[in-house]
């Protein structure tokens, strides 16, 4: 079973359209996370939500809305994608908030055309 | 959270050990060490961590000086399989609000 499923694992869409990743996690964590992973391999947060209330906003664009119908699941949709948005995108968890022993999900590669 | 330095690159021969090095002189008291590594194409792992003394688990070991300004990341048997970039992180435990930053890391290649 995998801890942190992500899917889709590949996207690739054009400029101007609205796509959504999907996480789960079955290790009955209450903190998720999402990262970007830009083609400069920086590793950056962007959204974290403890129990389905966000917690950590990163200043990032609100093209992006993160929902988390329950405390296993973190969506992540992406609203008018821009060429920038091209980046692999990581969803983690944590037992609790601020805990830093993350369960991070394979990744979803998003390519903007 | 304490600043790291790591060196960007490093070679290590298959079934040598690899001592992956870690700076962090403005460490304060309550903050740990911990190490990720990051697989071509797959998602961050946790390693290990510590606060003062040294670590080991079935993965690596970890060991701090004593003054805890620096660190260092040993895989007794690097295998090819252990190719990946390996971050280290300094960071007070249990500090909502907040989450992980990723440095540069350091970038392991064990080649045969």
């Known amino acids: 079973d995998t801890a942190v499923s992500q899917t889709p694992k590949y996207l690739v869409t054009q400029m101007g359209n609205d796509k959504s990743i999907k996480c789960e996690q079955n290790?009955?964590?209450?903190?998720m996370y999402w990262y970007k992973q830009d083609s400069k391999k920086f590793l950056k947060i962007m959204f974290s939500?403890?129990?389905?209330?966000?917690?950590i906003n990163e200043t990032v664009p609100n093209r992006f809305s993160p929902k988390s119908p329950d405390k296993a699941h973190l969506n992540l949709h992406i609203n008018s994608l821009e060429l920038g948005d091209s980046a692999v995108y990581f969803c983690?968890?944590?037992?609790?908030?601020?805990?830093?022993?993350?369960?991070f999900g394979a990744g979803s590669r998003l390519t903007v055309l | 959270d304490a600043k790291t330095t790591q060196p960007t690159s490093m070679d290590c021969a298959e079934g040598r050990a690899a001592n992956l090095p870690c700076n962090h002189s403005?460490?304060?008291?309550?903050?740990?060490v911990y190490w990720y590594r990051q697989i071509h194409s797959q998602g961050p792992q946790y390693i290990i961590h510590?606060?003062?003394n040294n670590e080991t688990n079935e993965m690596a070991s970890l060991i701090i000086t004593e003054d805890r300004k620096s660190s260092t990341l040993i895989l007794p048997h690097a295998t090819l399989r252990d190719t990946a970039v390996y971050y280290c992180?300094?960071?007070?435990?249990?500090?909502?609000?907040?989450?992980?930053?990723f440095g540069k890391g350091t970038t392991l290649s064990v080649s045969s």
């Open positions: 983690a968890s944590s037992s609790r908030p601020g805990a830093n022993v993350l369960t």
């Open positions: 290790l009955g964590h209450d903190t």
């Open positions: 939500y403890n129990n389905k209330e966000l917690i």
């Open positions: 403005t460490i304060s008291g309550n903050e740990y």
């Open positions: 510590g606060l003062k």
């Open positions: 992180i300094v960071r007070v435990a249990g500090q909502a609000g907040t989450a992980l930053i």
